[in-house]
């Protein structure tokens, strides 16, 4: 039986590793849409409850568990900014300064991806924002799957050196 079956039956200990096994990415993938830790927690929490529920539209035939919480997620994050800028109130993360300096952020990360090889942009490009897997960006770029994930991590370790000015310390992390 799968998880959410039996989830949904009542099994705590099925829950619980759903739970473990989603949460941190999603709470990561909440917090990046909306900017506020707790709303983060309040839409995970709820796109969790929701698998729970008879409603929910979840089918595991149309794919991955995963895949359909990472959808809810971003559904609701929308429908919480919907409903914030409906209400006429400030949405906190879209103030003319934040704006400014996520545009400012967007074109300077614009122009070191630029900067990068060309084998090593294309693979950065599909993997981090067409979110392709790696298997399918080795067939779109005919090359080997170990190709594909040597390139990135090139890319990977070229961009955070030419970013490394605007997350100091970030180094120290890793």
Known sequence: MDLVKAARKG???AFLRLFDDHHVPLFRFAYR???S???????????FLGLLRAECRYDPRRGAVRSYLFGAVRNQALKRQR?????????????PESEAMRAELEDTVARAVMRLPENQRAVLILAHYEQMPLAEIARVME??????KSR????????????AAYAPGAGERS
């Open 152 to 163: 990135l991590q090139r890319a990977r370790a070229s961009m955070k050196e030419m970013l």
């Open 11 to 13: 099994s705590e200990e």
């Open 33 to 35: 849409l909306t900017g």
């Open 143 to 148: 090359v080997e799957v170990g190709a594909v």
């Open 83 to 95: 409903h914030r800028e409906g209400a006429g109130g400030p949405v906190e993360w879209r103030s």
């Open 37 to 47: 830790a707790a709303d983060a927690e309040d839409i995970v929490q709820e796109c």
